[in-house]
């Protein structure tokens, strides 16, 4: 059974940093594309940020130089620090797992990010 669990979500202030985890079980972690999103109320969800297997990385506009994302693949675990956030980063961030050896993504229950103005 697959589970991603995220957590590090919470209430900050603008230009304040918070750390989300993302801790995966059920997939080989180690041969998984990973992603954070995030949807704001009204709005698509979108990518924020992703990693392959080996490290390399993607950021959407709007959080580069502010977002990073990194992986532990010892611990199955997937983070995305962020910095200096605004509160247009206010919404529920969501980790996915795309495990190579299957045709399948996988989603996290998401995480409540608030950031006040």
């Known amino acids: 059974q697959v589970q991603l669990v995220e957590s590090g979500g919470g209430l900050v202030q603008a230009g304040g940093s918070l750390r989300l985890s993302c801790a995966a079980s059920?997939?080989?972690?180690?041969?998984?594309?990973m992603g954070w999103y995030r949807q704001a109320p009204g709005k698509q969800r979108e990518l924020v940020a992703s990693?392959?297997?080996?490290?390399?990385?993607t950021y959407a506009d709007s959080v580069k130089g502010r977002f990073t994302i990194s992986r532990d693949n010892a611990k199955s675990t997937v983070y995305l620090q962020m910095n200096s956030l605004k509160a247009e980063d206010t919404a529920v961030y969501y980790c996915?797992?795309?495990?190579?050896?299957?045709?399948?993504?996988?989603w996290g229950q998401g995480t409540q990010v608030t950031v006040s103005s």
């Open positions: 996915k797992a795309s495990p190579f050896l299957n045709n399948n993504d996988y």
């Open positions: 059920g997939i080989a972690f180690s041969l998984s594309a």
């Open positions: 990693s392959t297997p080996v490290g390399s990385t």
